[in-house]
């Protein structure tokens, strides 16, 4: 167990490889309560969280969740978030924001100036009363979907959101990720988390439903091309040259950030993020440079493991934009080692559908 | 190797002292519980034969999925053997830590550092701290 964000986690249950192949082929399961869930409710809302993210909440659809960034004014990122519009039984709408563990409490300091602008928006902070387990895997939904009575899980397509009941306990099931397989994020009131955990490794035990650590995690996002703030994603680092134009919606819009967004968007990016295939079985990681034929630092390495699914290393990198070409080869220094890569497209891994 | 008449490093080599030649000779390797606690191997870096070696110094790694891990010489001497085979074969850390598995062999020059190694029953109550 290691502390993180002031919880208590798993790196690993068993092995990572094991917990990383339990994911691709049948569904693991992760205890990811310490990400933070803000919830915003009241006339307003929509245009707030318009003002704080690179994408447009309002006219989302009850049921929709977004992926969308929160930059400072110069464009760097404070945070990648989720936001999903849900309506509760009673018929009350409301958006419910996840964001990184790391940067709760740096993101709610950052908020709470702007509502006074909005006065009928209240914000609360519902990370400790309530627990978050992610099902990933090619057999989740079908195994989930017998344990909500009053959902059709089949039916609630990628990027959706609804509250539902799991034994007439609240849940919010979000059909959303982070290990680039199909799956959900289940929200629970927090005295009701294990038994849902148990539920599910329940229903999933003929499959070996499997737990899995922060270690898994990593290595599955890798694999997906999936940024991981405090690596791919800081305040020195903007959305586009992170590779998240999708994430940017820049037309008629103004947002915090929107000028220096629009301005980098108008020039060559000096940097871009890229994947590396690593030749050999030294894996590179975060912080190895990217070398020039004089030794000489242009580029970072800013994630990096072997990848259990290709059998090989590979890492996530800034390189120079002109070196960012599929195919193009560039030296990774490993603690004072030349060690040759090359640039590889994002994702390394892509689920069959 | 019989684990129990192994000495022992705080960082997790275990050793093995052996005349040879008149000379006192040390086969060094990883521990089973190190090896477990590393899990999921993926890399090995290994010295050069003729590398003077001195105790607590790093002379190879280890590395797992989740992290690279030095490896540090419990001896002061010079590297006179390396099974290079386990390079390409990380396996046999898991399977045979104590045989199949050593690492190097070191011409010991100074044994002064042995006295300052653990015995099994020692160290294993280390790992129990650890574990």
Not at chain 1, 23 to 51: K, P
Not at chain 1, 177 to 200: Q, S
Request: charged share 25%; net charge negative.
């Amino acid at each position: 167990m290691v502390p993180f964000a002031g919880y208590e986690m798993p790196i690993q249950y068993q092995s990572i490889v094991q917990e990383h192949q339990a994911c691709r082929t049948t569904a693991a399961l992760f205890d990811v309560s310490h990400m933070g869930r803000l919830r915003f409710d009241g006339e307003g809302s929509e245009q707030l969280l318009d003002h704080l993210l690179t994408r447009r909440v309002s006219g989302m659809d009850v049921g929709r969740v977004r992926y969308g960034l929160v930059c400072n004014e110069s464009g760097g990122v404070l945070d990648d978030v989720l936001v999903s519009h849900l309506e509760t039984p009673s018929g009350s709408r409301f958006h419910l924001m996840v964001v990184n563990a790391s940067n709760r409490d740096k993101i709610t300091k950052w908020i709470t100036p702007h509502l006074a602008d909005f006065p009928h928006v209240t914000m609360s902070d519902r990370t400790e009363l309530t627990a978050m387990i992610a099902v990933q895997g090619p057999r989740a939904i079908d195994v989930c979907g017998k344990l909500f009575s009053k959902l059709d899980l089949t039916k609630l397509r990628y990027y959706r959101a609804v509250i539902t009941e799991q034994f007439s306990k609240p849940v919010i099931v979000s059909r959303t990720g982070y290990t680039g397989e199909d799956g959900l994020e289940l929200i629970v009131r927090a005295e009701d988390a294990r038994r849902v955990w148990e539920n599910v490794m329940l229903a999933g035990r003929e499959e070996s439903f499997q737990a899995a650590g922060l270690g898994a995690r990593d290595t599955l996002r890798l694999e997906a091309g999936m940024p991981l703030y405090g690596h791919e994603l800081s305040e020195a680092i903007d959305p586009l040259t992170a590779g998240l134009q999708f994430a940017c919606d820049l037309e008629d819009r103004s947002f915090i950030g929107d000028q220096a967004l629009r301005q980098r968007a108008a020039q060559p990016l000096p940097k871009t993020r890229v994947g590396l295939e690593l030749a050999g079985k030294r894996p590179a990681r975060e912080g190895c440079a990217i070398v020039d034929a004089v030794g000489q630092a242009i580029g970072e390495v800013t994630s990096g493991a072997p990848s259990p699914t290709l059998g090989k290393p590979i890492a996530m990198a800034f390189v120079p934009t002109e070196l960012a070409e599929p195919g193009t080869e560039v030296t990774v220094d490993i603690r004072g080692r030349g060690q040759v890569a090359h640039v590889t497209p994002l994702p390394f891994y892509r689920r069959s559908r | 190797m019989n684990p129990a008449e192994l000495l022992y490093a705080e960082s997790h080599e275990w050793v093995h002292v052996a005349e040879e030649d008149g000379q006192k000779v040390a086969t060094i390797g990883i521990s089973d519980f190190a090896i477990e606690q590393l899990n999921d191997l993926v890399y090995m870096d290994l010295p050069e034969v003729g590398k003077q070696v001195e105790a607590g110094s790093e002379f190879g790694e280890v590395e797992s999925v989740k992290a690279v891990s030095p490896l540090y010489s419990p001896v002061d001497g010079e590297v006179i053997a390396v099974n290079d085979a386990l390079t390409d074969n990380l396996e046999t850390l898991n399977e045979d830590p104590y045989g199949e598995g050593w690492v190097i062999k070191v011409k010991v020059t100074d044994e002064g550092h042995l006295a300052k190694l653990m015995d099994q029953a020692t160290y294993q109550k280390q790992c129990a701290e650890e574990g």
